[in-house]
């Protein structure tokens, strides 16, 4: 009898320390991502050469932040509005910077608050930064060269664009890939690594909303696209491991003026690295579909 005590008082200190060993590290886990999303890694600006066509610039927004871009003005009269990704700054859209420049197109590269050498200290994924996008819209807006202005946005920076575009007179949107709504990936991540969706993700997007200031239901791409009525264009990856490829189908079925094109091989953030001919044709064949000012003003 005694040894049979001792065997179940092992088991039961064994088990304890097992589910509060889980419990110490999912809650870890819990503190990192949502760490990971308020401070993302800050990584440095490149350094333009000295025969740049691009100057840098700054807006301020509502708030009051200062934030930072580059502007190369156009010499068709478009220009592109470009919002990168969490974590990442203005470099992002460099890769394509060569050919938009060659069509003739301008290009406005913001950096978001608290990415590059904007200024903020925290990240909302798109609550806040909303701000920042029409900081950005209205510098353009007063540019005697720009008559139209196309955005565009990667990731966290689809979801700003698809808000902006939602909010102002923008000829085009580029998305390539964002979410529906910033909960469902938070879910589906949670989901993915075993773990009951519910209450896992109430616990996360909570926090993260106490923690940025930010209204988690009020990020809703799969909202703000719904009733747009112009072409849009949007990337995803099959293989996207950050925002599953079932949120690029979501959005899509939401708006018949959304031409989905899904990248085989395409992961997040790698798309135009994996297939840069399909991307170049493709972004190029959608700016081309929209009409040039001169066409614009005929047609009124």
Not at 253 to 266: A, C, S
């Amino acid at each position: 009898m005694r040894l049979r005590k001792i065997r179940n008082l092992i088991g039961f200190t064994v088990v304890t320390f097992v589910v509060f060993g889980a419990l110490g590290l999912l809650a870890f886990g819990y503190v990192f991502h949502v760490a990971y999303w308020l401070y993302p890694p800050s990584h440095s600006v490149m350094t333009l050469a000295e025969d740049s066509p691009f100057q840098r610039i700054t807006v301020t927004t509502e708030d009051n932040l200062t934030l930072t871009a580059w502007y190369t003005p156009p010499q068709n009269g478009q220009a592109i509005l470009m919002f990168h990704g969490h974590s990442a700054n203005r470099d992002q859209h460099m890769p394509h910077a060569d050919y938009l420049l060659e069509a003739g197109y301008g290009l406005l590269m913001l950096d978001f608050r608290n990415h590059g050498e904007s200024e903020g200290e925290r990240t909302s994924m798109g609550f806040h930064e909303i701000k920042d996008a029409r900081a950005a819209y209205q510098y353009l807006v007063v540019q005697d060269d720009v008559e139209q202005i196309i955005i565009w946005g990667h990731s966290m920076g689809g979801a700003v664009a698809s808000q902006l575009m939602s909010e102002v007179d923008a000829s085009g949107l580029f998305i390539d890939a964002t979410f529906g709504d910033f909960p469902s990936i938070v879910r589906a991540g949670v989901v993915a690594r075993g773990f009951s969706g519910s209450p896992f993700t109430e616990i996360l997007t909570t926090m993260y909303g106490l923690l940025s200031g930010a209204d988690w239901n009020a990020v809703r791409p799969v909202d703000y696209l719904a009733d747009v009525d112009k072409p849009i264009l949007l990337f995803h990856g099959a293989y996207d491991g950050v925002i599953p490829v079932a949120e690029g189908y979501r959005l899509a079925d939401i708006n018949p003026n959304i031409r989905l094109v899904i990248f085989e091989e395409g992961a997040h953030s790698n798309l135009f690295q994996v297939d840069p001919m399909l991307y170049q044709a493709e972004v190029m064949a959608y700016l081309e579909s929209i009409p040039a000012p001169q066409e614009t003003a005929m047609s009124q």
